[in-house]
Protein backbone atom coordinates (compact mmCIF):
# COMPACT_ATOMS: atom_id res chain seq x y z
CA UNK A 1 0.00 0.00 0.00
CA UNK A 2 1.48 3.67 -1.04
CA UNK A 3 2.50 5.88 1.61
CA UNK A 4 -0.30 8.54 2.03
CA UNK A 5 2.04 11.08 3.60
CA UNK A 6 5.58 11.49 2.58
CA UNK A 7 7.88 13.73 5.13
CA UNK A 8 11.08 15.45 2.72
CA UNK A 9 14.39 15.78 4.32
CA UNK A 10 17.14 17.26 2.04
CA UNK A 11 20.67 17.61 3.11
CA UNK A 12 21.27 21.24 2.10
CA UNK A 13 25.12 21.73 1.45
CA UNK A 14 24.90 19.38 -1.43
CA UNK A 15 25.66 20.67 -5.11
CA UNK A 16 22.62 20.43 -7.09
CA UNK A 17 20.43 19.28 -4.29
CA UNK A 18 18.28 22.55 -4.67
CA UNK A 19 17.20 21.45 -7.78
CA UNK A 20 16.36 17.89 -7.00
CA UNK A 21 14.61 19.14 -4.46
CA UNK A 22 11.93 20.82 -6.74
CA UNK A 23 12.00 18.21 -9.05
CA UNK A 24 11.57 15.65 -6.48
CA UNK A 25 8.44 18.23 -4.91
CA UNK A 26 6.99 18.30 -8.93
CA UNK A 27 7.19 14.75 -9.44
CA UNK A 28 5.07 13.57 -6.09
CA UNK A 29 2.55 16.24 -6.89
CA UNK A 30 1.69 14.27 -10.22
CA UNK A 31 0.62 11.77 -7.93
CA UNK A 32 -1.26 14.10 -5.91
CA UNK A 33 0.62 12.92 -2.41
CA UNK A 34 0.67 14.96 0.89
CA UNK A 35 4.27 16.48 0.99
CA UNK A 36 5.72 17.87 4.03
CA UNK A 37 8.92 19.60 4.18
CA UNK A 38 11.91 19.68 6.80
CA UNK A 39 11.99 23.50 7.28
CA UNK A 40 15.17 24.07 5.79
CA UNK A 41 14.80 21.64 3.04
CA UNK A 42 11.76 23.90 2.48
CA UNK A 43 14.08 27.00 2.79
CA UNK A 44 16.08 25.90 0.38
CA UNK A 45 13.28 25.22 -1.79
CA UNK A 46 11.98 28.69 -1.74
CA UNK A 47 9.08 27.75 0.48
CA UNK A 48 7.84 28.13 3.85
CA UNK A 49 7.82 25.36 6.42
CA UNK A 50 9.19 25.30 10.41
CA UNK A 51 8.80 21.63 10.65
CA UNK A 52 11.71 19.92 12.30
CA UNK A 53 12.76 16.21 11.36
CA UNK A 54 11.16 15.03 14.60
CA UNK A 55 7.70 16.76 13.44
CA UNK A 56 8.06 15.15 9.92
CA UNK A 57 8.22 11.73 11.62
CA UNK A 58 5.37 12.06 14.04
CA UNK A 59 3.16 13.01 10.91
CA UNK A 60 4.34 10.92 7.71
CA UNK A 61 4.22 7.36 6.59
CA UNK A 62 7.53 7.94 4.79
CA UNK A 63 10.44 10.23 5.09
CA UNK A 64 12.21 10.76 1.98
CA UNK A 65 15.92 11.55 2.17
CA UNK A 66 18.07 13.12 -0.28
CA UNK A 67 21.63 13.23 0.38
CA UNK A 68 24.07 10.51 1.10
CA UNK A 69 24.30 7.66 3.92
CA UNK A 70 25.56 10.26 6.21
CA UNK A 71 22.16 12.39 5.78
CA UNK A 72 20.31 8.74 6.30
CA UNK A 73 22.41 8.18 9.51
CA UNK A 74 21.70 11.87 10.69
CA UNK A 75 18.02 11.94 10.41
CA UNK A 76 17.78 8.33 12.22
CA UNK A 77 19.63 9.65 15.01
CA UNK A 78 17.18 12.72 15.10
CA UNK A 79 13.72 10.49 15.50
CA UNK A 80 14.23 9.04 18.87
CA UNK A 81 11.30 6.57 19.73
CA UNK A 82 9.68 7.58 16.65
CA UNK A 83 11.54 5.82 14.22
CA UNK A 84 9.69 6.12 10.80
CA UNK A 85 10.60 4.17 7.66
CA UNK A 86 12.95 5.85 5.10
CA UNK A 87 13.52 5.98 1.98
CA UNK A 88 17.28 7.26 0.78
CA UNK A 89 17.53 9.20 -2.97
CA UNK A 90 21.76 9.78 -3.15
CA UNK A 91 23.05 12.52 -4.31
CA UNK A 92 26.64 11.91 -5.54
CA UNK A 93 27.57 8.33 -5.64
CA UNK A 94 25.85 5.16 -4.97
CA UNK A 95 25.51 4.48 -1.53
CA UNK A 96 24.92 1.08 0.74
CA UNK A 97 21.57 2.74 2.47
CA UNK A 98 20.48 4.80 -0.71
CA UNK A 99 18.67 2.81 -2.80
CA UNK A 100 18.46 4.81 -5.91
CA UNK A 101 20.28 7.52 -7.27
CA UNK A 102 19.25 11.19 -8.14
CA UNK A 103 19.44 10.67 -11.87
CA UNK A 104 16.07 7.63 -11.02
CA UNK A 105 14.59 10.29 -8.90
CA UNK A 106 10.95 9.52 -11.08
CA UNK A 107 11.23 5.79 -10.95
CA UNK A 108 12.11 6.45 -7.24
CA UNK A 109 9.16 8.55 -6.73
CA UNK A 110 6.43 6.38 -9.13
CA UNK A 111 7.82 3.48 -7.14
CA UNK A 112 6.82 5.28 -3.99
CA UNK A 113 3.61 6.29 -5.24
CA UNK A 114 2.68 2.93 -6.32
CA UNK A 115 3.41 0.90 -3.37
CA UNK A 116 6.28 -0.98 -5.18
CA UNK A 117 9.21 -0.52 -2.75
CA UNK A 118 9.65 -3.09 -0.22
CA UNK A 119 11.67 -2.52 3.18
CA UNK A 120 14.16 -4.11 4.88
CA UNK A 121 14.63 -4.22 8.70
CA UNK A 122 17.63 -2.27 10.13
CA UNK A 123 19.03 -3.49 13.61
CA UNK A 124 19.43 -0.25 15.69
CA UNK A 125 21.79 -0.04 18.59
CA UNK A 126 21.10 1.36 21.92
CA UNK A 127 24.44 2.90 23.46
CA UNK A 128 24.13 4.12 27.00
CA UNK A 129 27.28 5.53 29.48
CA UNK A 130 26.95 4.63 33.19
CA UNK A 131 29.68 6.53 35.51
CA UNK A 132 30.21 6.99 38.88
CA UNK A 133 28.19 10.31 39.15
CA UNK A 134 24.70 9.34 36.50
CA UNK A 135 23.77 7.64 33.58
CA UNK A 136 23.33 9.17 30.52
CA UNK A 137 20.20 8.69 28.29
CA UNK A 138 20.59 6.18 25.80
CA UNK A 139 21.21 6.71 21.93
CA UNK A 140 20.06 5.12 19.17
CA UNK A 141 22.75 4.16 16.16
CA UNK A 142 22.02 2.18 13.19
CA UNK A 143 25.76 1.90 12.20
CA UNK A 144 28.11 1.49 14.91
CA UNK A 145 29.81 2.82 18.46
CA UNK A 146 33.10 3.83 17.91
CA UNK A 147 35.64 4.26 20.73
CA UNK A 148 38.26 6.49 20.02
CA UNK A 149 41.52 8.18 20.75
CA UNK A 150 40.83 11.13 19.75
CA UNK A 151 43.55 13.62 18.45
CA UNK A 152 46.83 11.98 20.71
CA UNK A 153 49.00 9.45 18.89
CA UNK A 154 48.70 6.89 21.81
CA UNK A 155 47.15 3.41 21.95
CA UNK A 156 44.09 3.27 24.10
CA UNK A 157 43.07 -0.21 26.89
CA UNK A 158 39.84 -0.81 26.64
CA UNK A 159 38.19 -4.11 28.52
CA UNK A 160 35.62 -5.95 26.78
CA UNK A 161 32.81 -8.04 27.95
CA UNK A 162 30.09 -9.88 26.25
CA UNK A 163 27.10 -11.22 28.47
CA UNK A 164 28.85 -10.36 31.60
CA UNK A 165 32.11 -12.80 30.28
CA UNK A 166 35.65 -11.11 29.93
CA UNK A 167 36.56 -11.13 26.10
CA UNK A 168 39.53 -9.42 26.13
CA UNK A 169 41.72 -5.75 26.89
CA UNK A 170 41.96 -4.69 23.49
CA UNK A 171 45.42 -2.07 23.17
CA UNK A 172 44.76 -0.39 20.28
CA UNK A 173 43.92 2.89 18.62
CA UNK A 174 40.07 2.28 19.19
CA UNK A 175 37.87 -0.19 18.81
CA UNK A 176 33.89 -0.19 16.49
CA UNK A 177 30.97 -2.37 17.86
CA UNK A 178 28.56 -2.14 14.48
CA UNK A 179 25.42 -3.78 13.52
CA UNK A 180 24.84 -5.42 9.89
CA UNK A 181 24.01 -2.11 8.27
CA UNK A 182 27.24 -0.81 9.83
CA UNK A 183 29.48 -3.57 8.57
CA UNK A 184 30.01 -1.70 5.48
CA UNK A 185 30.86 1.32 6.63
CA UNK A 186 34.16 1.90 9.30
CA UNK A 187 34.04 -1.61 10.18
CA UNK A 188 35.46 -2.44 7.14
CA UNK A 189 37.57 0.10 6.80
CA UNK A 190 39.31 -1.86 10.01
CA UNK A 191 39.45 -4.99 8.49
CA UNK A 192 35.76 -6.10 9.63
CA UNK A 193 34.00 -8.78 7.86
CA UNK A 194 30.45 -7.57 5.82
CA UNK A 195 27.76 -8.97 7.20
CA UNK A 196 24.10 -9.15 5.46
CA UNK A 197 21.82 -7.01 6.67
CA UNK A 198 19.24 -9.55 8.10
CA UNK A 199 22.30 -12.05 9.59
CA UNK A 200 21.22 -11.57 13.32
CA UNK A 201 24.36 -10.61 14.45
CA UNK A 202 26.57 -8.05 15.89
CA UNK A 203 30.70 -7.16 15.06
CA UNK A 204 33.43 -5.91 17.76
CA UNK A 205 36.38 -4.87 15.59
CA UNK A 206 39.95 -3.43 16.88
CA UNK A 207 41.24 -0.67 14.95
CA UNK A 208 44.68 -0.62 14.68
CA UNK A 209 45.21 -3.77 17.82
CA UNK A 210 48.72 -3.51 19.15
CA UNK A 211 48.14 -7.40 19.55
CA UNK A 212 47.99 -8.63 15.79
CA UNK A 213 45.62 -11.43 17.30
CA UNK A 214 43.08 -9.52 18.24
CA UNK A 215 40.81 -9.60 14.95
CA UNK A 216 36.92 -9.05 14.36
CA UNK A 217 35.11 -11.56 16.91
CA UNK A 218 30.64 -12.10 15.60
CA UNK A 219 28.65 -12.23 18.23
CA UNK A 220 24.67 -12.59 18.56
CA UNK A 221 22.44 -9.75 18.51
CA UNK A 222 20.99 -10.37 21.62
CA UNK A 223 24.37 -10.49 23.24
CA UNK A 224 25.12 -7.41 25.72
CA UNK A 225 28.52 -5.87 25.47
CA UNK A 226 30.22 -3.71 27.90
CA UNK A 227 33.41 -1.40 27.39
CA UNK A 228 35.29 0.30 29.77
CA UNK A 229 38.43 2.05 29.42
CA UNK A 230 40.46 0.49 31.49
CA UNK A 231 43.74 2.87 31.05
CA UNK A 232 43.26 6.03 33.32
CA UNK A 233 45.90 8.60 32.23
CA UNK A 234 44.75 8.66 28.52
CA UNK A 235 41.12 10.17 27.21
CA UNK A 236 38.82 7.75 25.17
CA UNK A 237 36.14 9.24 23.19
CA UNK A 238 32.67 7.84 22.10
CA UNK A 239 30.82 8.11 19.02
CA UNK A 240 27.78 6.77 18.02
CA UNK A 241 27.32 6.84 14.05
CA UNK A 242 29.51 9.41 13.81
CA UNK A 243 27.86 12.30 15.89
CA UNK A 244 30.33 14.41 18.22
CA UNK A 245 32.45 12.60 20.27
CA UNK A 246 31.41 12.17 24.00
CA UNK A 247 34.93 11.86 26.52
CA UNK A 248 34.54 8.89 28.65
CA UNK A 249 35.15 9.65 32.45
CA UNK A 250 37.58 7.12 34.14
CA UNK A 251 35.61 4.08 35.37
CA UNK A 252 32.57 4.14 33.20
CA UNK A 253 31.14 2.12 31.31
CA UNK A 254 29.32 2.08 28.03
CA UNK A 255 26.63 -0.59 27.63
CA UNK A 256 26.50 -1.70 23.96
CA UNK A 257 22.90 -3.81 23.05
CA UNK A 258 20.25 -3.89 19.85
CA UNK A 259 17.09 -1.60 20.50
CA UNK A 260 13.76 -2.82 20.63
CA UNK A 261 12.90 -1.06 17.74
CA UNK A 262 14.05 -1.34 14.00
CA UNK A 263 14.62 1.01 11.23
CA UNK A 264 12.49 0.03 8.27
CA UNK A 265 14.87 0.87 5.17
CA UNK A 266 12.89 1.59 1.93
CA UNK A 267 14.34 -0.27 -1.00
CA UNK A 268 13.09 -0.37 -4.27
CA UNK A 269 12.34 -3.99 -5.83
CA UNK A 270 15.39 -4.14 -8.40
CA UNK A 271 17.80 -2.97 -5.65
CA UNK A 272 19.25 -5.94 -3.59
CA UNK A 273 22.03 -5.49 -0.74
CA UNK A 274 24.68 -8.14 -3.01
CA UNK A 275 24.09 -5.81 -6.18
CA UNK A 276 25.09 -2.70 -3.98
CA UNK A 277 27.74 -4.41 -2.71
CA UNK A 278 28.80 -5.70 -6.15
CA UNK A 279 28.77 -2.40 -7.47
CA UNK A 280 30.22 0.12 -4.08
CA UNK A 281 32.78 -2.73 -4.07
CA UNK A 282 33.44 -3.20 -8.04
CA UNK A 283 33.70 -7.02 -7.84
CA UNK A 284 33.47 -7.84 -11.31
CA UNK A 285 34.20 -10.96 -10.91
CA UNK A 286 37.41 -13.19 -12.47
CA UNK A 287 39.00 -11.92 -14.65
CA UNK A 288 40.91 -15.51 -15.44
Known sequence: MPPKTIGLIAHTGK?????????????FARFSMSILVEKETAALAGRKSD???????????????????????NVAGQLGEGIKPIFGINVGSLGFLTCSSSSAYREAVEGIA??????SDRTLLEVAIKNSHQGRAAMIGLNDA???????????????????????????DGLI??????????????????????????????????????????VAESSVIEVEASEPDYSV???????????????AVVTIRK??????????????????VR????????NV
Open 15 to 27: PGVAELIHAVLEE
Open 177 to 218: VATPTGSTAYSLSAGGPILQPQSGVLVITPICPHVLTNRSII
Open 146 to 172: VFSRGELSRLIRLRACVNGEPLTEFNA
Open 114 to 119: RGKITF
Open 237 to 251: YLSVDGRDSLPLEVG
Open 51 to 73: GSVQQLAAKADLLVVLGGDGTIL
Open 259 to 276: AEKTLPLAVMPDVSFFSV
Open 279 to 286: QKLKWSGS
